[in-house]
Nanobody, 115 residues
């Protein structure tokens, strides 16, 4: 059964950068579509970025140009590189993925960007 473990969150000043990591267990990572979601207090969880098994990526309009999702199949890890962070990016970020459907979730990692 798959398991996703996120890391890399923290406190960063506006304009700063962070790289989130999500490491997967299980044998199907190379076939799995992966994604990052985020949820701020009082708001619905929203899809931030996705990446297919083949490496094609999509992004939430609000992070387009500031975030890059990538994957290292050898390490069974997906990354979210975030730059030019804004207070509105503050949230708990969740990794999501799986094969044939994205059915697994990580526990979340907190990103704090003070205003």
């Amino acid at each position: 059964q798959g398991q996703l473990v996120e890391s890399g969150g923290g406190l960063v000043q506006p304009g700063g950068s962070l790289r989130l990591s999500c490491t997967a267990s299980g044998r199907a990572f190379t076939c799995a579509a992966m994604a990052w979601y985020r949820q701020a207090p009082g708001k619905q969880r929203e899809l931030v970025a996705t990446i297919t098994a083949g490496g094609m990526a999509t992004y939430l309009d609000a992070v387009q140009g500031r975030c890059i999702i990538s994957r290292d199949n050898g390490k069974a890890t997906v990354y979210l590189q975030m730059t030019s962070l804004k207070p509105e990016d503050a949230a708990v970020y969740y990794c999501n993925g799986g094969y044939p459907v994205r059915s697994y979730w990580g526990q979340g990692t907190q990103v704090t960007v003070p205003s």
